[in-house]
C-alpha cells in the first residue's frame, strides 16, 4: 500500500487474519488497530518523548466518511526517517511485530 521510497508506510489487516478474527466490519478492524497502536505505545522500549527524532511513531489512520471519495480500509502509518540506524528500525519492528502478536493472542 506504500511506496518503497515513502518515510510513512500504510498497514492493513490481511484477509486471513480478517477472516479468523472475525473482523468484517471496519469499526472492529479501527478498534484492533487502535489496540495495537496502544500497545506499542506502551512499550518501554519505545521513547515516545523523542518519537519525532529517534523513536517510532505509530497512528491509526483517521478519515471522516463524508469526505472520502471511496471507502478505504483501516490501516496503521508507521513513520520512519533517514536518521534510524538498522538496529532502532530492527528494534521497532520488533516492538511493533509483539505488539500485533500481543493483541490477537487476547482475541482467541
Given at each position: 500500500m506504500s511506496d518503497y521510497n515513502s518515510p510513512i508506510m500504510h498497514y492493513v489487516?490481511?484477509?486471513?487474519?480478517?477472516s479468523n478474527f472475525g473482523l468484517e466490519a471496519n469499526a472492529e478492524k479501527e478498534r484492533v488497530l487502535q489496540e495495537i497502536v496502544d500497545e506499542?505505545?506502551?512499550d518501554p522500549r519505545i521513547d515516545l518523548h523523542q518519537a519525532n527524532d529517534?523513536?517510532?511513531?505509530?497512528?491509526r489512520s483517521h478519515r471522516i466518511a463524508a469526505q472520502e471519495a471511496f471507502v478505504a480500509q483501516p490501516d496503521l502509518r508507521i513513520c520512519v526517517s533517514s536518521g534510524h540506524s538498522k538496529k532502532e528500525l530492527e528494534k521497532a519492528a520488533l516492538v511493533i511485530r509483539n505488539a500485533v502478536v500481543r493483541v490477537f493472542s487476547r482475541k482467541r
Open positions: 489487516l490481511n484477509e486471513a487474519t480478517v506499542v505505545r506502551s529517534h523513536g517510532v511513531l505509530i497512528v
